[in-house]
T-cell receptor, first 114, second 120 residues
Framework: KAGVTQTPRYLIKTRGQQVTLSCSPI?????VSWYQQTPGQGLQFLFE???????NKGNFPGRFSGRQFSNSRSEMNVSTLELGDSALYLC?????????????FGEGSWLTVV | AQKVTQAQTEISVVEKEDVTLDCVYE???????LFWYKQPPSGELVFLIR??????QNEISGRYSWNFQKSTSSFNFTITASQVVDSAVYFC?????????????????FGQGTILTVHP
């Protein structure tokens, strides 16, 4: 079956712009989480969505936001981009929020801010 | 606060050698889950294993094995007879405890990763 799909895979933005990244979870999965990966900070949790509601949030500024649609697809938005936002953004999905289920990750979106 | 430490930043081995990746975690919770993921250059995190805090049984899957020791808060990963295709970054991760309303994983706290290079 298809895995977690993230688009776009690569993008370059200018400081001050905004960006929207998209994530399509595995079919039947309703929980979507986002992570930021940088060489300096490693993998850090951004937020988690389930049933169109944000359930958990990491320690990131308000410039980072997200949403989930009724079909479980999710988007994350970063406004007023800074150079430090350059990172690999990874989306993860699981069937639901119970601990019986595995968390699967997509290939990520590589964002470069210049 | 939860913390995961992977003390080995980089490991280099020759094909067919056995290699162990160390993972030490800190948590005050009695219920938690531990994970190992593999990240090839493409960027995707590939799930390898999940272990809950109540199950200290070691697990073997082909050339992969995991040693979970609650007494030392460690969850080490061994690759037997390593191959070039095993070259990747490996991450150990710890989940938050279940929330008040259910048994959600919550967020994952990752270690810094270990870069494994297997030379032919």
């Amino acid at each position: 079956k298809a895995g977690v799909t993230q688009t776009p895979r690569y993008l370059i933005k200018t400081r001050g712009q905004q960006v929207t990244l998209s994530c399509s979870p595995i079919s039947g999965h309703r929980s979507v989480s986002w992570y930021q990966q940088t060489p300096g900070q490693g993998l850090q949790f951004l937020f988690e969505y389930f049933s169109e509601t944000q359930r958990n949030k990491g320690n990131f500024p308000g410039r980072f936001s997200g949403r989930q649609f009724s079909n479980s697809r999710s988007e994350m938005n970063v406004s007023t981009l800074e150079l430090g936002d350059s990172a690999l953004y990874l989306c993860a999905s699981s069937r639901d929020r119970t601990s019986r289920n595995t968390i699967y990750f997509g290939e990520g979106s590589w964002l470069t801010v210049v | 606060a939860q913390k995961v430490t992977q003390a080995q930043t980089e490991i280099s081995v020759v094909e067919k050698e056995d290699v162990t990746l160390d993972c030490v975690y800190e948590t005050r919770d009695t219920t938690y889950y531990l994970f190992w993921y593999k990240q090839p250059p493409s960027g995707e995190l590939v799930f390898l294993i999940r272990r809950n805090s109540f199950d200290e049984q070691n697990e073997i899957s082909g050339r992969y094995s995991w040693n979970f020791q609650k007494s030392t808060s460690s969850f080490n990963f061994t690759i037997t007879a390593s191959q070039v295709v095993d070259s990747a970054v490996y991450f150990c991760a710890l989940s938050e405890p279940p929330n008040a309303g259910g048994t959600s994983y919550g967020k994952l706290t990752f270690g810094q990763g270990t870069i494994l290079t297997v030379h032919p």
